[in-house]
Nanobody, 123 residues
Framework: QVQLTESGGGLVQTGGSLRLSCAASGRTMVNNAMAWFRRAPGKERAFVAAIRLTGGSTEYADSVKGRFTVSRDDARNTVSLQMNDLKPEDTAVYYC????????????????WGQGTQVTVSS
């Protein structure tokens, strides 16, 4: 089993920034990639960003490209999501996931999910 714990959510004004972190514990070696998803009010859950833990290749949803950056800290078993220039449409519960990916990060498949952290962007 893999346990994922998110932190860093909160309330921010339009144009502001937040940094989400996800700490992984347990059998983390079974995964080779991690990713963030989000569920906005009244919408389906959607992919946000992913990163391979080997090599560091990344992939982003078009809606966040140029504003969000996903990174990893191997020593601490954490993955972060730096979110800049936030917009009201970024309001959602953000979920950290761990899973597997081929060389192309677009093939990422989540296997474990965190509990989620709320991000609210006010206009």
């Amino acid at each position: 089993q893999v346990q994922l714990t998110e932190s860093g959510g909160g309330l921010v004004q339009t144009g502001g920034s937040l940094r989400l972190s996800c700490a992984a514990s347990g059998r983390t070696m079974v995964n080779n990639a991690m990713a963030w998803f989000r569920r906005a009010p009244g919408k389906e859950r959607a992919f946000v960003a992913a990163i391979r833990l080997t090599g560091g290749s990344t992939e982003y949803a078009d809606s966040v490209k140029g504003r969000f950056t996903v990174s990893r800290d191997d020593a601490r078993n954490t993955v972060s999501l730096q979110m800049n220039d936030l917009k009201p449409e970024d309001t959602a519960v953000y979920y950290c996931t761990a899973g597997t990916s081929g060389l192309n990060v677009r093939s990422y498949r989540p296997a474990y999910w965190g509990q989620g952290t709320q991000v609210t962007v006010s206009s």
